[in-house]
């Protein structure tokens, strides 16, 4: 007599149901470890080349705008 377990058979329909489920838990996992290190190297960089914001808008040039209304009243 055979000592196999006859109830852990899958059929076609549920092997390529786990086979979907696999590929989908490891696409996750590949995608959260390339954010993880992806976003750790953005971080790295911001850290080192951080400014405080008045610093950062000090070098940007000042805009001079037009009023709007002053050209329709004309």
């Known amino acids: 007599m055979s000592n196999f377990n006859q109830d852990h058979i899958f059929s076609k329909a549920e092997k390529i149901y ?3 489920c696999g590929l ?5 996992m590949i995608w959260v470890t390339y954010a993880y290190f ?33 050209e329709f009243k004309g």
């Open 18 to 20: 786990m086979l979907c």
């Open 24 to 28: 989908i838990i490891a696409g996750c």
């Open 38 to 70: 992806e976003y750790r190297v953005i971080n790295g960089v911001w850290q080192t080349t951080f400014v405080s914001p008045k610093e950062f808008w000090k070098d940007v040039p000042e805009v001079k705008w037009k009023p709007v209304l002053e």
